[in-house]
C-alpha cells in the first residue's frame, strides 16, 4: 500500500511496482481514482489510518503523504503502532531538511538528525515513530533530497516562472545533491526485492552548487526565454544540504549523478 499514491512520488512508486506486486494506494483529490478499485479515498486530516489498513492488511506500507503536519505526525505514529501490532514492514519517504542545521558537510545515514525548519522537524518526529517504535528489519526511512523529473512539480514551477518573467530562487552557496522520481521508485523497488532494511540515503553520488543546478535545468528545458534569477544569500560561506550513502550502498546500477538529473527533467 501506498500512502499518498495520487501525488508525484506515490504516482511513480506505483507505476514501478504495480506489475510486480499486488499494489493499492491512497488518494485525497482527482476523480480518475475514484472508480479505481485499488486506489482508496484517505483525507490525513479527516480521516483515520486504521480504516483503510484494516480494509486492505497490506504487508507493506510506502508513505509518501503530505498535508497538514499535526495530521501527518499523528497519521505515522498510529501506523507505527499498527506495524508494531502486526508486524508488517514500513517504508518512509523523508528528506535531507531533517539535516539543515548541518551546514558544514554533506550527512550520511548514521549522522544524527537536526533542523530549524518546520518541515525538516516534522521529518524527524516522523522518522523517530519507526526508528525508536520498531525493529530495524521491520522499517526503512528513505531521505531524499530535491527531486525532478519531466513532470515533477519543481520543474513545472521553474517551466511558468520562466515562461511568466518571473524570478527563480537560487542559492548561489548551498551545495546539494539531486535524484529523480524514476531512480528513487526503482530503488525502493530493489529494497523491497532483496528485503533491505534499516536507514538510506538515496541522493545523487556528486554534489553541485543550487545555482549551477538549477542554470542547467532551465537550459535543458530549452523554453526559448531568458530566464530571470533571483541570487538568495543565507550565508557569506559555502554549506551543505546533501545526503550521501555511506552504510547502506546500494548498486551501481541505482546510482544517479546531477547531469543525469538534468538530463531526466526536459520540458514535458
Do not use: W
Not at 501525488?7 to 482527482?30: N, S
Not at 506500507?61 to 505526525?73: H, K, M
Not at 528489519?137 to 525532478?148: D, E, I, S
Not at 520543474?155 to 518571473?166: A, M, R, T, Y
Amino acid at each position: 500500500m501506498i500512502l499518498g499514491a495520487s501525488g508525484f512520488l506515490g504516482g511513480a512508486l506505483y507505476k514501478e511496482l504495480y506489475r510486480y506486486y499486488d499494489t493499492f494506494g491512497t488518494y485525497h483529490t482527482g476523480k480518475i481514482y475514484s472508480d479505481n478499485k485499488h486506489y482508496l479515498h484517505f483525507d490525513v486530516v479527516q480521516d483515520d489510518i486504521y480504516s483503510v489498513l484494516n480494509e486492505i492488511r497490506p504487508d507493506i506500507v510506502i508513505s509518501t503523504l503530505r498535508g497538514d503536519f499535526d495530521a501527518q505526525e499523528e497519521t505515522h505514529e498510529n501506523l507505527m503502532l499498527y506495524a508494531a501490532r502486526t508486524g508488517i514492514f514500513v517504508v518512509f519517504v523523508s528528506s535531507s531538511n531533517v539535516f539543515d542545521a548541518f551546514t558544514n558537510y554533506p550527512s550520511y545515514e548514521l549522522d544524527k538528525t537536526l533542523s530549524e525548519s518546520k518541515y525538516g522537524k516534522l521529518k524527524i518526529r516522523c522518522e523517530n515513530f519507526f526508528l525508536r517504535g520498531l525493529p530495524e528489519k521491520q522499517y526503512a526511512v528513505v531521505r531524499l533530497p530535491m527531486v525532478f523529473g519531466k513532470n515533477s512539480p519543481r520543474v513545472k514551477e521553474i517551466k511558468n516562472q520562466v515562461l511568466l518573467g518571473e524570478p527563480i530562487e537560487v542559492f548561489p552557496h548551498l551545495i546539494i545533491n539531486s535524484t529523480t522520481d524514476r531512480k528513487f521508485s526503482q530503488q525502493i523497488h530493489y529494497i523491497l526485492n532483496r528485503n533491505l532494511y534499516g536507514i538510506f540515503h538515496l541522493g545523487s553520488r556528486d554534489l553541485i552548487h543550487h545555482q549551477e543546478l538549477m542554470s542547467e535545468v532551465v537550459t535543458n528545458l530549452d523554453l526559448k526565454r531568458e530566464p530571470n534569477y533571483k541570487m538568495v544569500y543565507t550565508s557569506n560561506f559555502d554549506r551543505y544540504l546533501a545526503v550521501l550513502p555511506r552504510d547502506n550502498k546500494l548498486p551501481g546500477h541505482l546510482n544517479i549523478t546531477n547531469e543525469e538529473v538534468v538530463a531526466a527533467s526536459q520540458a514535458y
